[in-house]
């Protein structure tokens, strides 16, 4: 069974660093790109930052270009975000997705592997 457990949330002081962990189980994890989505209270989900199979191809949205860093270690079949300078508009459930292939996209919608999601809480 082909599952994504992510970890490392919690409740940070704007400005502070978090970093977020997406274990990957089931599959070969080292084909596939993988990406990170956040879903802030009452909106929908939005595209933070995707890696390529390989992690030599990274890209983010704008509001983390600069804070933000995801990176992946095939060997442990994990992919990371670093989360620097975090704002309270940063909040929201972090969820790692799978879109089946060797890249990223930044349609939400055509991720069809979720994880179960890990809470960010930015204090102001």
């Known amino acids: 069974q082909v599952q994504l457990v992510e970890s490392g949330g919690g409740l940070v002081q704007a400005g502070g660093s978090l970093r977020l962990s997406c274990a990957a189980s089931?599959?070969?994890?080292?084909?596939?790109?993988m990406a990170w989505i956040r879903q802030a209270p009452g909106k929908e989900r939005e595209f933070v930052a995707g890696?390529?199979?390989?992690?030599?191809?990274?890209h983010y949205a704008e509001s983390v270009k600069g804070r933000f860093t995801i990176s992946r270690d095939n060997a442990e079949n994990t992919v990371y975000l670093q989360m620097n300078s975090l704002k309270p508009e940063d909040m929201g459930v972090y969820y790692c997705?799978?879109?089946?292939?060797?890249?990223?996209?930044?349609?939400?919608?055509?991720?069809?592997?979720w994880g179960q999601g890990t809470q960010v809480t930015v204090s102001s």
């Open positions: 997705a799978d879109a089946g292939t060797g890249w990223y996209t930044e349609n939400v919608s055509q991720y069809y592997l």
């Open positions: 089931g599959r070969v994890f080292s084909s596939y790109g």
């Open positions: 890696i390529t199979w390989s992690g030599g191809s990274t």
